[in-house]
């Protein structure tokens, strides 16, 4: 993996690219105009969009629109009854990362992480900077960030006051390289959640959805067995804390349109990017 500085530097292009591709995609931008709006050569960005997604730019115009969405939504109608019949019921796939999950008990919600020693970093993510949170027991937080690191730590002390907070930048790097690795590579990963039984519902479903495929609000609800609680799903995938990992950026809108996103709608995009570009037939 790069050094920090270059990720973000990567990052910072590819996602001035991202953000011009989705600001004029319906008329289909020449590679030369979005180089010049991410401040790179053609080539170079090629190379560099081609390298930190997987896909070139091109390609990656071709999953913006809304006719590739709305074929998704067709196409996972009955991706998540399959997951399910298939007695996926406790670990989720995520690429090659088998990811499973334990949610905290009522009693240890309210002790607010008394007697809990919660390990806090900063590491260079190909998604940009990320801060991330971990315990003994498992990855509790996957925060993205921006230029808003203070806050970002700020929500995570909120959420556990009275846990013992250690810095630990050198294990958040590690962490990092496990969650992102520059090429696929099995491992197991467990994630400690913290939210209401009907949120950790709506997680546990999500960790089903396979990488590279997209939901609406309301195929979740259905899936959940309750349709008509589509905008309470979107409130529970909407607090989610644990970015990437637990996939909300593949939930959208019924339309194929993208909603809002806590990291940035860019950043879901990007996520969405991220992951297509690893699937075998994802280049061109």
Not at 8 to 25: E, L, T
Not at 130 to 145: K, M, S, Y
Not at 247 to 262: A, T, W
């Amino acid at each position: 993996m790069p050094a920090d500085g270059e990720w973000r530097r990567q990052y910072d292009a590819v996602a001035r690219a991202i953000a011009f591709i989705r600001a004029n995609a319906a008329r289909q931008p020449e590679l030369a105009e979005i180089a010049a709006a991410a401040h790179l050569s053609e080539f170079h960005l090629q190379r560099v969009f081609s390298a930190w997604a997987g896909l070139s730019p091109k390609r990656f115009l071709q999953y913006l629109t809304k006719e590739h969405a709305r074929e998704a939504l067709r196409a996972s109608a009955g991706v998540l009854d399959a997951a399910l019949d298939a007695g996926l019921s406790g670990p989720g796939r995520l690429h090659d990362l088998m990811v499973s999950c334990e949610a905290l008990t009522p009693g240890e919600i309210r002790a607010q992480g008394a007697g809990v020693e919660l390990r806090h970093g900063h590491a260079a993510t190909p998604l940009g900077d990320a801060l991330f949170g971990w315990t003994a027991r498992g990855v509790c937080h996957l925060a993205f960030c921006d230029d808003d690191r203070q806050a970002r730590l700020a929500v995570l002390r909120k959420d556990w006051p009275a846990a013992t907070f250690r810095r630990d930048e050198e294990g958040a790097r590690a962490l990092a390289a496990r969650v992102f690795p520059g090429t696929p590579a099995r491992g197991k990963l467990h994630l400690l959640l913290r939210g209401t039984n009907f949120q950790i519902k709506v997680w546990e479903a999500l960790l089903k959805i396979p990488p590279a495929t997209l939901l609406s609000y309301g195929q979740l609800a259905a899936h959940l067995g309750m349709p008509r609680a589509a905008r309470a799903v979107g409130s529970a995938v909407a607090a989610n804390s644990i970015g990437y990992l637990i996939p909300c950026h593949r939930v959208i809108r019924d339309d194929g349109s993208n909603s809002n996103y806590r990291w940035g709608v860019e950043r879901k995009l990007a996520l969405r990017a991220w992951e297509l570009g690893r699937l075998p037939d994802a280049a061109g």
